[in-house]
């Protein structure tokens, strides 16, 4: 199922999707990867901004300043979520964030923090990041950019962002573990067929 | 303009172009696996990647907004004109192109966990060089070393009797598990050699052959096409979202191993596998191998 949503997104709006559902997101949305989470969880600092029912962008963009002090996107696009696995959960629960972007899957722990939390983990085209700036309306504004250009928490207005693909859902679905487990069960038989042709030792 | 100055702009050129566009043997591939990926998410992707690349090249901006950690390998000719200043050069043409491309900060020193903000920082831009005796020219590799296509490489040094089976699990284990973080399709890049170190280096210079080149040795070869083969029919798809195929390729590299070690490196480049290739001439004119007929 295809769905366009807009922040604020209500619990009703994430209890219906499913992994493999597609959403295209307008409203307002921030980066944050890294540093960002461990300033919010293990520092345990206030989030500069309310994100009731907004989304999360795993991002570390390039922008490029306006002389009028502005900011524009040159290129975002997702980086590895897996990367926050470790404290995604603790996050949902302290922002009330509702929808994760990112890349690749992520673990046990955020797919119990999206089933608490009532959220979903998606997945924009990895490196499609021209097409992403394009989607950007503009650059609201920026906190904690002393963690430098793409590790800063960037505050984004966004026109019909997506493909977002739900990898995670409500009820403990998890689309790249699904995946992951079917790619091992491939590849047993095909790493012995291939070993049996490689045997090159005298 | 002095010399150097002008080749330290021409190399920021050729880093700015390569931060926009793929190498022509890389776009060519992706087109013809777009033919073939044609159902479900995969298609999506593919389509989106296709986008990005049209509009990153309207618009003259990075394709993919991590640009990495700058890398140079070069072939340096003994008799190249500038060669003292080469390295100044490189450095000088990351910094220009960190401004004109813009590319993103991704240079962190470790210990004092600072981004310097230039992509210039401790051994960065990394340089890696091989002489050519006589030679007048260099030709310089750019490679653009992202997080997430970093993420997968390895090295480990095996017991011989684990055999090139042992590198092939080693290899496929990696793809199925960091694989989908480095934005399939990739380009697998393996070093066997004696020693992890080397076999880790020889990893990344796989990666800098073309796509569809294969070793000259016909074991590796076979061995090359025996897994390209096999890491497609597990079907990692585009983003790991599922499909018919999971590579671009798979190039090896080697070096003679020690009699009792077999060491395997993996390197991954993503589908924005910013490779780029340019041969300098003494006199500044140069032949952009990469990209054939561009004009920087
Ligand atoms: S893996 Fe490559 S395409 Fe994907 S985000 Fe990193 S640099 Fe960009």
């Known amino acids: 199922m295809i769905y366009e949503l807009k922040t604020p997104v209500s619990d009703e709006d994430i209890k219906k999707l499913r992994i493999g559902d597609v959403i295209y997101l307008t409203g307002d949305i921030v980066t944050g990867r890294d540093d960002v989470h461990h300033r919010a969880v293990l520092q345990n600092k206030e989030v500069p901004y309310d994100l009731k029912g907004k989304a999360i962008f795993h991002a ?22 897996m990367r926050m696995e470790s404290c995604e959960a603790q996050f949902l629960e302290k922002t009330g964030v509702k929808i994760i972007i990112g ?46 250009m793409p590790e800063a928490l960037w505050h984004l207005d966004v026109n019909r962002f997506g493909p977002l693909i739900v990898s995670i859902d409500t009820e403990g679905g998890n689309l790249i573990d699904d995946n992951k487990k079917l790619f091992n069960e491939r590849k047993e038989p095909i790493i012995e067929r291939i070993t049996e042709k490689l045997d090159f030792l005298e | 303009m002095d010399k150097n100055n002008e080749l ?49 090249d309207e618009l003259k901006r990075p394709s993919c907004q991590d640009t990495g950690i700058i890398q140079f390998f070069v072939k340096a000719g003994t008799k190249f004109p500038y060669l003292d200043e080469l390295e100044q050069s490189l450095v000088e043409a990351v910094k220009i192109a960190t401004d004109k491309a813009p590319l993103r900060h991704n240079a962190v020193e470790v210990f004092d966990e600072k981004n310097t903000g230039t992509n210039i920082g401790t051994r960065v831009p990394w340089i890696d060089w091989e002489l050519v005796p006589g030679s007048d020219s260099i030709e310089v590799y750019l490679y653009m070393a992202g997080g997430g296509c970093s993420l997968p490489g390895f090295a480990k040094v095996l017991m011989p009797l684990e055999g090139y089976g042992g590198v092939v699990k080693a290899v496929f284990d990696q793809m199925t598990s960091y ?74 590299e080697q070096a ?11 390197s991954t480049a993503c589908w924005a596998h910013r490779r780029g290739h340019i041969r300098i001439n003494g006199d500044l004119s140069y032949d952009f191998i990469s990209s054939k007929g561009v004009e920087l």
């Open chain 1, 103 to 148: 890349k690749g899957g992520m673990g046990p722990k955020t797919t119990q923090g999206c089933i608490d939390n009532c959220a979903v983990h998606t997945i924009y085209p990895g490196g499609c990041a021209v097409v992403a700036a394009e989607s950007v309306n503009k650059v609201i504004d920026v906190e904690w950019l002393d963690l430098g």
């Open chain 1, 60 to 81: 570390g963009p390039i922008m490029r300043k306006n002389d009028d002090g502005s900011y524009k996107v040159v290129s975002v696009g997702p980086t590895t979520s």
């Open chain 2, 179 to 252: 694989g989908v973080n480095a934005c399939p399709p990739c380009l697998v890049g393996i070093g066997i050699a004696g020693s992890a170190e080397v076999a880790a280096k020889l990893s990344k210079k796989a990666l800098l052959r073309e796509v569809g080149s294969h070793n000259p040795n016909p074991r590796a070869r076979m061995m090359e096409e025996e897994m390209e083969k096999g890491l497609n029919e597990i079907g990692l798809g585009p983003g790991g979202l599922r499909g018919k195929m999971s590579v671009m390729g798979v190039n090896i």
């Open chain 2, 8 to 56: 330290s702009d021409l190399l920021s050129r050729f880093i700015c172009y390569s931060s926009a566009h793929l190498p022509d043997d890389v776009y060519g591939k992706l087109k013809e696996m777009q033919q073939v990926e044609n159902e479900g998410f995969a298609a999506t992707i593919y389509d989106a990647m296709f986008e990005n690349m049209k509009k990153a």
């Open chain 2, 256 to 266: 003679a191993r020690h009699p009792a070690t077999l060491a395997v490196g993996m």
